[in-house]
C-alpha cells in the first residue's frame, strides 16, 4: 500500500495530433506509465521515451529515476518538456501551453498549482493529480479524467462516477482501503497490485463501464533471475545493434543496395517492429490497456516505404532504445509466467524462445547491414 502525501499540484499534458515535418506524430492509444514511489514522487513515462518524476517534498530519489527530468512542488507554473527527432536530449521551455494551440505532438507540459487541481494530457489521457484541499465542482471543467491519484481521495461522491476512470489513492493509513470498499458505490472495482506501475491508455475503458479504484505498492516489480537475464542478453543484442546503426548517416540508412536488396533502413525497422509487435501482443493478452503495436515494415523491398526518412542513425538507434524500455517497463505484467510456456496472445513455443530468437535477430540483421557497406555506391 502506497503511503504518500501529495499537497503540491501538478498538470502535465501531451497533446496528440497530425505530425508537422519536424515531429513523428504521438498517438492517442500509446500506453502512458504512471508509477508511485516512496515519499511522494510520481513518475510519468511515455512511449516517445519523456520522462518526469514529481517530487513533491524533496525527497530522496531513488537510483532508478535517476535519468528522469525532475519537477517539485515549488516550481509553480507553466512549463514544456519536449524532445524532436535528431536531437539528442530533451528541453525545458516556459510557456502557457494551456491556451491558444496547446502542445504539439510528443511534447509534455507541466503546470504546478500549489493546493489546486492537476490535469494531464498524454497521448489522448488524462491524468490528474490532486491535494486533499480538491472539492467535487474542481473537476468538473477537466472532461473525462483517466487516472485521478492523490490525497484524501472517496469513492463516495457519485458526482465523479461518469468522470473518473480509475482511481488511485495516496494515502496515509492502509485501513482506509476497508473503509473506501465498505462505503463504495457499486459502479466501482476494485483492485490492489503488490508494485507500482499502472499502465494508462486513452482507449483502455469505455465510459459506460465501472470506475476502478487501483490500490499501488510504491515499490517496482522485481523480475525473476531467469526472467531478468533473458532480458538482459536481449537488451545486450539490441545494445550492440544500437551502436552500430548510430553511427550511420542519413543517406547511408537510406542506400538502396543494386542487387535488390533491402535498405539498411529496413533492417533497424525490421528489428525493432518484430520485437515491439510480438511483446505488445503478450502484453495486450494480460493487460487489454496496452494496445498490439505493429510497425512492422513491408516485407519486400519493392514494397518497401522509409517509415521516417529523415531520421539519423542515431535516432533509429533511440527508437530501438524505446521498443527496450517498453518491454521492461511493462514486463511486470509477465509476473508468474513460466518462461518455458507459452505466454498468453503469443505465437511463439515459450516466452524463452521468443526473448532468445529476439537477441538473435538483431545479430542477424545488423550482421546484414554491415555487409552492406562494402557494396558498390555505398555512401561514405
Not at 468538473?140 to 472517496?154: E, K, Q, W
Not at 503495436?293 to 513491408?298: A, D, E, F, G, Q
Not at 535516432?315 to 524505446?322: K, L, T
Not at 511463439?348 to 547491414?369: C, D, F, I, R, V
Request: aromatic share 8%; glycine share 6%; with cysteine.
Amino acid at each position: 500500500m502506497s503511503c504518500c502525501r501529495f499537497i503540491g499540484l501538478l498538470s502535465v499534458a501531451l497533446l496528440s495530433a497530425l505530425s508537422p515535418a519536424n515531429r513523428a506524430a504521438a498517438n492517442d492509444g500509446e500506453p502512458v506509465a504512471v508509477q508511485v514511489w516512496p515519499g511522494g514522487v510520481v513518475s510519468v513515462q511515455t512511449q516517445w521515451g519523456l520522462q518526469l518524476a514529481i517530487n513533491a517534498f524533496e525527497a530522496e530519489l531513488p537510483e532508478s529515476l535517476d535519468s528522469f527530468e525532475v519537477v517539485s512542488a515549488s516550481q509553480t507554473g507553466q512549463r514544456v518538456l519536449d524532445r524532436v527527432y535528431n536531437t539528442p536530449e530533451p528541453t525545458w521551455t516556459e510557456t502557457d501551453w494551456t491556451s491558444g494551440d496547446g502542445l504539439e505532438p510528443n511534447q509534455l507540459g507541466v503546470q504546478i498549482l500549489a493546493d489546486h487541481f492537476a490535469r494531464v494530457q498524454v497521448d489522448g489521457v488524462n491524468v490528474v493529480i490532486a491535494g486533499p484541499q480538491i472539492e467535487a465542482s474542481d473537476y468538473a471543467s477537466l472532461g473525462t479524467i483517466d487516472v485521478l491519484l492523490g490525497t484524501g481521495l472517496s469513492v463516495s461522491n457519485s458526482d465523479l462516477l461518469n468522470q473518473v476512470r480509475a482511481l488511485v489513492p495516496l494515502m496515509e493509513e492502509p485501513a482506509k482501503e476497508a473503509e473506501m470498499e465498505s462505503n463504495g458505490d457499486p459502479k466501482f472495482e476494485f483492485r490492489r497490485q503488490s508494485h507500482n506501475a499502472l499502465a494508462v491508455a486513452s482507449n483502455q475503458q469505455d465510459a459506460s463501464t465501472s470506475t476502478r479504484v487501483v490500490f499501488l505498492s510504491d515499490q517496482p516489480w522485481q523480475m525473476p533471475a531467469e526472467l531478468d537475464e533473458l532480458f538482459e542478453a536481449m537488451e545486450q543484442s539490441c545494445s550492440h545493434s544500437q551502436d552500430i546503426f548510430a553511427k550511420m548517416s542519413i543517406e547511408q540508412l537510406n542506400f538502396k543496395p543494386a542487387n535488390g536488396t533491402h535498405t539498411p533502413r529496413w533492417n533497424v525497422e525490421h528489428m525493432m517492429g518484430r520485437q515491439l509487435q510480438f511483446f505488445s501482443q503478450i502484453y495486450h493478452a494480460i493487460d487489454p490497456t496496452i494496445p498490439v503495436m505493429n510497425l512492422n515494415p513491408k516485407q519486400m523491398p519493392p514494397d518497401y516505404e522509409f517509415a521516417h526518412p529523415k531520421w539519423n542513425g542515431e535516432e533509429e538507434a533511440r527508437q530501438m532504445q524505446r521498443v527496450s524500455d517498453f518491454c521492461r517497463r511493462y514486463a511486470y505484467l509477465l509476473d508468474g509466467l513460466n518462461v518455458d510456456e507459452k505466454a498468453p496472445g503469443s505465437r511463439w513455443p515459450s516466452l524463452k524462445a521468443l526473448l532468445k530468437k529476439m537477441a538473435q535477430h538483431y545479430g542477424e540483421h545488423t550482421g546484414n547491414t554491415v555487409k552492406k557497406f562494402d557494396l558498390p555506391g555505398y555512401p561514405g
